[in-house]
Structure formats: C-alpha cells, structure tokens
C-alpha cells in the first residue's frame, strides 16, 4: 500500500475529523477563557487589592540602557495565565464528569434488562407448557 493511500485512509477516517473540530474549539475555547480571565475576573482582584494591574505586575532583572529594552520577569501575567489553567481545567473536569454520569446511566439501563434465554431454552420451555396443557 502506498504511503499516500494509507495518509489519505488515515485523514479520511472520521476520529481524524472529530479531532480536529475538538482542537479548533478548543482553541477558541482558550482565547475565551484568556479574555474572561484578563477583562472580567482580574480587574475586581486588582481594585480589591488596591488598584493592581496585573498586566503590569514586574520583577526588572535588568534596567533598561541606551535603546536596549529591560529585562523582567512577568509575573502578573504568569498568574493570569495560570487562572486561565485553572478555569480550562475545571470546565474540562466538569464536562468529563457530566459524559461518565451518562456513560453510567447507560450501562445501568442496560444491566437492568434480562438478557433473553437461549433459543433451545425457548422451545424446551414451550413443550413443557404443551405437555403440561396435555395432561390436564
């Protein structure tokens, strides 16, 4: 088989494209949750804690000299993107939970019916109702 054929079977399969769709959500998913994080949560804990911006939150390693821009370390941004973790992995918990609660609703809707007897179960039951109908 032919290496483009089996990229192609791969591609095509229907995993390939359910996961893509998942990635481009998700990626979208994230710039929503890095906007929530920056534009509506991070502004009220800064005002609570004092006007804070914590896009502006800076440790300088080195002062800025000539047209030679400073070293920092952002460590307000670090803690948003580190809200912005905590967020997408909560959302992906709870999604995850919902999904095994119905996986488990199936399998118990499933366990409850009786698996239907043998086909040579069936009949030899029949007979026996006959022959009991027979000497009555």
């Not at 481009?24 to 890095?34: D, L, M, P, Q, T």
Request: proline share 5%; charged share 20%.
């Amino acid at each position: 088989m032919g290496m483009m054929k089996e990229f192609k079977e791969f591609a095509i399969r229907g995993n390939v494209m359910d996961m893509a769709i998942g990635i481009i959500i998700g990626g979208a998913f994230g710039k929503i949750v890095s906007s929530f994080v920056a534009d509506v949560v991070m502004p009220p804990i800064g005002v609570l804690l004092g006007g804070v911006d914590f896009a502006s939150l800076v440790i300088v390693v080195k002062e800025a000299v000539g047209e030679t821009p400073a070293v920092t370390m952002n460590y307000g941004t670090f803690f948003m993107t580190i809200m912005d973790f905590v967020i997408i992995a909560f959302v992906i918990f709870m999604v995850i939970k919902g999904m095994n609660n119905m996986k488990r609703k199936e399998e118990e809707a499933v366990a409850e019916e009786p698996p239907a007897p043998p086909a040579d179960e069936v009949l030899l039951t029949e007979i026996r109702d006959l022959l009991k109908g027979r000497n009555e």
